[in-house]
Every structure is written in C-alpha cells, then in structure tokens.
C-alpha cells in the first residue's frame, strides 16, 4: 500500500467548482484524487471489502446484515430480501438494496484497527480534504465526514429519499464513485428529482468522481439491471456540522 492513500488531484479549479455548486447545490468532480490513488481505492473496494447488505422495505424498518453473518445465510435469505424490496418499491414506497460495508461503525468498533478502511475514514477528515468540502460547498461550518463503502450489483437500487437527518448534523451527502467503463444502460445513477418526480439532473458513476449535494433534497440510484456485468463501487457519506 503506498504512503499516501488519498492525494486530491493539485489540478482542481476550485474557484469553478465552488460556482457549480452555488448555482444548483450539487456538483460532480472528476479526476478529484491522482491517478494512483484511485486506482489503490478501486483495489481496496474490488479485492479487499468484506461485504454485507443492507436493505430497507416499508413498513419494516431498515436492515443489515455484515459480512460474517451473511456468508452463513442460507441462498434463500437473498430471494426474500429481494421480495420485500421488491413488493415495497412496487406499492410507492421508499425501498432500498445494496451491499455495504459501513466504514465508521467498523472504525469506531475497532473491526480492523489501521486497516485501509480506517485509513480512508482518517483521509476523509483531514484538514486537507475537509478544506477542499468546504471551499467547494461554501459551507465554513462542515466539521467532519463518516463514511460507508457501498456496492450496487444487479438487481440493487436506492428508492428515491431526501436524507433529512438535520439533528445528526448532515448538511451534505457525498457519493465517491471508482467505477471502470461503467455505461448508461447499466443504471446506477445518481438522479435528482423536481417535486413532480421527474429527473432534473443524473450522475453516471464515473471512476475517480466525487459528488457532492446539500440536503435535504430528493435522490436516489437507479436499478442496476440483470445484465450489468460489473459491480457500482462507492464510498458514500455525509459532511456534518457535529
């Protein structure tokens, strides 16, 4: 693992990015890290993560299950994860599947104390890359990032949501995406919507990307279909005043 886990690419127009995001409190940022880095987070994400799943289906509240307790799960436990998000998003309501690895919880637990997943978490708050949150978003009183690995396979999705979790300090969500070659018909986009329910604007997950949007606001990733040969990895999170 080289020194540096997390370089920001020193070639960024801040000044341009902070106007995109004054003008509609979102922004994409492409290339943000060096080429190596990235490269050495896509490794850690495809090859190194030991993934659960995490899953929401109304009235039910939301679930998960880590990766230990997962690999003990009969094949039927998929099959029934499906039917519940499935049957929740087809009746309108809020409904969500993707595989995870939750990057604070398994820091704060001490799961793998100075794994690169702790590494990445310790990245995410330094003054460097907190000052970049800051200049970009034009919000001086973001103190500090958490942080979860996210996988969205065929068949997973994200149910559009606003993400109003103002009492835990959330100002601005976050999606960093290290995706390879990832095509438009293979879903799995970052969509906003207008309060009509039609999409405003939506994010391919490009590789080495960093999207950045104030909450709360209606979003969601859209299914990845049955043919998608690759996998959608991410680190995701929110950029919090306390």
Not at 220 to 235: D, H, M, N
């Amino acid at each position: 693992m080289p020194r540096e886990l997390f370089c920001l690419n020193p070639a960024l127009d801040r000044a341009a990015l902070a106007e995109a995001f004054a003008v509609d409190g979102r922004v994409q940022i492409r290339d943000f890290l060096t080429p190596e880095t990235a490269e050495e987070i896509y490794t850690i994400l495809s090859r190194g993560t030991a993934w659960g799943i995490a899953w929401g289906a109304e009235p039910a509240a939301p679930q998960a299950i880590e990766a230990p307790e997962l690999r003990r799960a009969p094949r039927e436990r998929q099959a029934e994860i499906n039917e519940a998000t499935y049957q929740s998003a087809a009746a309108g309501h809020y409904a969500f599947q993707f595989a995870r690895y939750p990057i604070l919880d398994a820091y704060l637990g001490k799961w793998n104390e100075g794994g690169p997943h702790d590494l990445l978490l310790e990245y995410i708050n330094t003054p460097d890359f907190l000052d970049l949150v800051r200049q970009v978003t034009g919000i001086p009183g973001i103190v500090k990032g958490d942080a979860q690995a996210t996988l969205f396979a065929p068949g997973q999705f994200l149910g559009q949501h606003i993400d109003s979790h103002s009492r835990e300090g959330w100002l601005v969500a976050y999606v960093m995406n290290f995706c390879k070659s990832w095509q438009p018909d293979w879903g799995g986009y970052l969509n906003f919507f207008d309060e009509d329910g039609d999409v405003i604007s939506g994010y391919r997950p490009r590789f080495n990307a960093l999207n950045m949007f104030r909450v709360p606001r209606p979003h969601g990733v859209s299914y990845v279909p049955p043919f998608a040969p690759v996998e959608r990895f991410a680190i995701t999170g929110w950029f919090r005043d306390r």
